[in-house]
């Protein structure tokens, strides 16, 4: 046995619920996030402050960052797609900042109306800003295995990509199979593309589990030195500009899979599963994981 640590972050108020049919309200948010920080959730994706007519489950942005409790320890993070995105996401108190973009173009046209080198310069006054805040800033590399317009991706444009987020400043890439149809021998070719442009130290994990196959492709990560998976409570969500994407991998199967294995999180399982029950009831009316 390993006795090592991992880091999970979570990503289910941002990438789960803005693909969820079912209306869920601020307060709701508000609660599932500090659920989540009880349960010992420490990096937790709040949010996204993106253009709501394009994803307007997040247009309440700023009233969810506005009713989180602060907590020494824990960070609370936003999505942000441009400058104007991070001024509000600072405004209204986000303690980090993840950009995204892909590494296939089509993607990156059909989720941000731009390419991918439009999308990257449009970091540059985001990183500036957060440089000035003091925040950290995560970057997504979106489709890093599949594309739902250009199909299988090559490990030489993820690299490609993530160098160049590297290059801008960005403290952490996740390399995230957007679509879940990754199998571990690919996984471990794509992640060993970007291991050698990026630190194992500066890479995360970030997968879906359309196929089941999510764990698999997170044990394939972590075998090569990847420490920082991605979740989402309950495996909720999915992409709007993905169709064909399923939901995230569930926090408490990554938490599970890794706690079975002697690799403490320091997330409470029990309590987890019961914010996954709960924040399930509220959103299974809905058709999420299109
Ligand atoms: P655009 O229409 O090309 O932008 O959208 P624009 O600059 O022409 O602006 C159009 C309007 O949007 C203007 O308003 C702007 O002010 C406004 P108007 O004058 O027409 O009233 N606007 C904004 N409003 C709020 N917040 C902002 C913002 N920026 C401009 N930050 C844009 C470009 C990037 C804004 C748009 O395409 C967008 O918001 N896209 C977001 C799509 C998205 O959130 N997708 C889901 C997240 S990515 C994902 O799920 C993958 C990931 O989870 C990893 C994985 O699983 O693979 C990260
Ligand atoms: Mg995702």
């Not at 006795?3 to 972050?9: A, E, F, L, P, T």
């Not at 996030?33 to 253009?51: C, N, Q």
């Amino acid at each position: 046995m390993t006795s090592c640590r991992v880091s999970i972050v979570e990503v289910g108020p941002r990438d789960g619920l803005q693909n969820e049919k079912a209306a869920v309200s601020t307060a709701d948010k508000v609660a599932l996030i500090g659920r989540l920080a009880e349960a010992g959730l420490r990096r937790i994706e709040a949010t996204a402050f993106v253009s709501p007519r394009w994803v307007p489950q997040m247009a309440d942005h700023a009233d969810v960052m506005a009713g989180l409790t602060p907590r020494p320890g824990f960070t609370y993070s936003a999505l942000v797609p441009n400058e104007k995105g991070a001024e509000a996401a600072l405004a209204a108190g986000a303690q980090a900042l993840a950009v995204f973009t892909a590494a296939s173009e089509t993607f990156s046209q059909k989720n941000t109306n731009c390419t991918i080198a439009e999308g990257i310069a449009r970091f540059e006054p985001v990183l500036a800003l957060a440089r000035r805040a003091g925040i950290p800033v995560r970057a997504y590399v979106s489709c890093a295995l599949d594309c739902p317009y250009e199909g299988e991706i090559a490990p030489a444009a993820v690299a490609d990509v993530s160098a160049r987020l590297l290059g801008i400043g960005c403290d952490e890439i996740a390399v995230s199979d957007t679509l879940g149809r990754g199998t571990p021998e690919r996984t471990a070719g794509m992640v060993e593309a970007a291991l050698r442009v990026v630190p194992a130290t500066q890479i995360a994990g970030h997968f879906h589990d359309t196929h089941r196959r999510a764990i698999a492709n997170v044990a394939a990560a972590w075998s090569l030195g990847v420490r920082v998976f991605d979740g989402a409570v309950g495996g909720l969500g999915g992409c709007p500009y993905a169709p064909g994407a399923g939901g995230n991998l569930a926090t408490e199967t990554l938490v599970a899979h890794f706690e079975a294995r002697g690799i403490e999180t320091g997330i409470d399982l029990p309590r987890l599963k019961s914010v996954a029950t709960w924040i399930r009831s509220l959103t299974r009316t809905s058709g999420a994981g299109i």
